[in-house]
């Protein structure tokens, strides 16, 4: 009898444990009862009293339509639509944060704040800023009978992100926000004819507020130089049209006296695509030094810019870091960077002339 007793204990009471610690997700929710939005768009009112939060969902059966939230802080805002609507809102779907433009001049600290903190919203969700208000733009995206994924697609590395689109995730821009060695680009949208956005260019911050905006050309550049590419890239010099291929950048950096000197490189391959009736003798030494040259000169009006705005945008913070002092890094911003001295130069490599006729 006490053998068969054992027997059932032994054989019961693994099966008691688990029914205790595999109690089931009792707090889950289907996630036919969630809503799950594509974007997030965050205004705030021109006495800076409150937030205005606007969340794009997409429909099941197609299209999309959108949710609204107003509070003295983002998170209320968003709590407030939970509390409204009859489905759970699933933020960590957000794959896109729009910032209005006045918020942006203003300072992104509290947004950057609320995307870090609160644990909702994933780390690779990307942020771009807004011509005008954001929540303008949601509603005419929402007005839009397309497909709502066609959003994602935009900034998709895999698909229809373009190298002259400043792409910055929420990590990256938390980093930047609160470093004194780096600062950020972020796209600059407004709604598009033909397609979902029109770039307007990139918005350039210092810290957490927008200083100015730069071309979509000054963005290929600044991409490249943040190891991002600009492959695929057209470049048309005064001779011929010119396809990048691939790109990388080599750079070294040295004190003078108490002053930063950065010495790049950008190494380039790319073939010629295109040949111009005034490009008929044209040779490859010739196109080359056409193109260096137009490099050349394009970054170093942008450097120019940026220093002069003091945004550091290309992170040559970072890349003299490991040399300054704790107390230098605090002072890199105001006493460095505006010194630094910026030594570029480009170097080209025509590695396929197609089947133009050249002159050697």
């Not at 939005?37 to 205005?52: A, C, E, F, N, V």
């Not at 969902?57 to 999309?64: A, F, L």
Request: proline letters at 3%; one cysteine or more; aromatic letters at 8%.
């Amino acid at each position: 009898m006490k053998l068969l007793y054992r027997r059932m204990l032994a054989a019961g009471l693994p099966l008691v444990l688990l029914g205790i610690v595999l109690t089931g997700c009792w707090d889950a929710k289907s996630i036919d009862k969630r809503l799950l939005p594509l974007i997030m768009g965050i205004d705030q009112s021109d006495d800076r009293q409150y937030y205005t939060v606007r969340l794009l969902v997409p429909r099941p059966e197609g299209g999309c339509y959108s949710i609204q939230g107003k509070a003295a802080t983002i998170s209320d805002a968003i709590d407030q639509m939970k509390m409204n609507q009859e489905r759970g809102i699933g933020i960590v779907h957000v794959d896109t944060i729009l910032i209005g433009q006045s918020l942006a001049r203003e300072g992104i600290h509290d947004v950057m704040e609320y995307a870090f903190r609160s644990r909702e919203l994933k780390s690779k969700a990307k942020l771009a800023v807004v011509k005008g208000n954001a929540g303008t733009l949601i509603t005419q995206l929402e007005e839009d009978k397309g497909k709502s994924t066609r959003i994602q697609d935009f900034f998709d590395t895999h698909s229809g992100w373009d190298p002259s689109v400043a792409l910055t995730y929420v990590w990256e821009a938390f980093r930047d926000v609160f470093s004194e060695t780096t600062d950020m680009a972020l796209p600059y949208l407004e709604k598009g004819t033909d397609s979902e956005f029109q770039v307007a260019g990139s918005v350039i911050m210092r810290d957490d507020r927008m200083m100015g905006v730069i071309s979509a050309d000054d963005t290929l550049l600044y991409n490249a130089f943040r190891d991002r590419g600009m492959s695929g890239i057209i470049e048309v010099t005064p001779s011929a049209s010119m396809q990048i291929l691939s790109t990388s950048l080599d750079y070294s950096k040295e004190w003078n006296a108490g002053v930063p000197v950065l010495h790049t490189t950008l190494k380039m391959d790319c073939f010629i695509s295109e040949k111009k009736l005034s490009g008929a003798k044209a040779s490859i030494p010739m196109l080359k030094e056409e193109l260096e040259t137009l490099l050349n000169d394009r970054y170093r009006k942008l450097f120019q810019r940026l220093q002069r705005e003091r945004c550091d945008v290309l992170s040559t913070g970072l890349m003299f870091r490991s040399k300054l002092a704790p107390d230098q890094i605090d002072r890199w911003e105001e006493e460095y960077y505006p010194k630094l001295e910026f030594d570029f130069r480009t170097v080209v490599n025509i590695s396929n002339t197609g089947e133009l006729k050249l002159f050697n």
